[in-house]
């Protein structure tokens, strides 16, 4: 088997921009329509790219966190499209804090943006895709979620957290035909890494705790999601796949 999805429907959230862009491009171009669901970023230029490689593009403006928003996105999709077939939740904020600085304000918004939005859009495709017997929701975790890194406390716990729901998600929708899995990336190459990691002062000791000694690229982490969402990956659930050049084994 191979990681197409010829013919699959993908909603991919934070579309817009760094991972989820490159993953709707990459899902586009291994034969699926897309809807982008995003609140930043150029969501026009975007659908011109996946309608140049033949697919079909739904744009949606809206917030994960917002539960009117993402019904709207998923009905979008069930009437353009005709349904969901592929999940990935890629939407996210990085407010670096130490502990004794993080305030309540950017603690909630963490947790709503990363985890919360995700579980959101996770709930919301859920009763199409076990009406259809077939689902693949992966949602975008990170190192951060495995390891501890200073400054990021609120990063983490969000992150934590979608390894945690991934699971569970997996155990109640499994028996359904939906698998749920999440991938754990190291730094990536994206305009969000490099406004955090740029300076070398701060990125240099980063790099040295990666054994392949350089961050991700945005398609790399793509290819993974790719896999996950794929029939080659139809065995695999409740797994947090980790792409880090072996931070994470330390």
Known sequence: ??????????????????????????????GADVIAFSLAGDLATLGDEI??????????SGDVTNAADV?????????????????????????????????????RKTLDVNLT????????????????KFGRIINISSQAGIIALP??????????????????????????????????????NTELGKAVWSDPAKGDPMRAMIPVGRFAEPSEVAAAVLYLASDAA???????????????VH
């Open 1 to 30: 088997m191979q990681s197409t999805l010829n013919g699959r429907r993908v909603l991919v959230t934070g579309a817009g921009m760094g991972i989820g862009r490159e993953v709707a491009v990459s899902a586009a171009r291994a």
């Open 51 to 60: 309608r140049a490689l033949g697919r079909r593009y739904v744009a949606h």
């Open 71 to 107: 019904a709207a996105a998923i009905a979008a999709g069930e009437r353009e499209l005709g349904g969901i077939d592929i999940l990935v939740n890629s939407a996210g904020i990085a407010i670096i804090e130490p502990a004794l600085e993080t305030t309540a304000a950017s603690w």
């Open 117 to 132: 939005g995700s579980f959101l859009c996770a709930q919301a495709v859920a009763p199409g895709m076990i009406a259809r």
């Open 151 to 188: 400054g990021h406390v609120a990063y983490m716990a969000s992150k934590a957290a979608i390894n945690g729901i991934t699971q569970v998600l997996a155990l109640e929708w499994g028996p359904f035909g939906v698998t749920t899995n999440a991938v754990a990336p190291t730094v990536v």
């Open 234 to 248: 139809a065995m695999v659930n409740g797994h947090v796949l980790r792409i880090d050049g072996g931070a994470t």
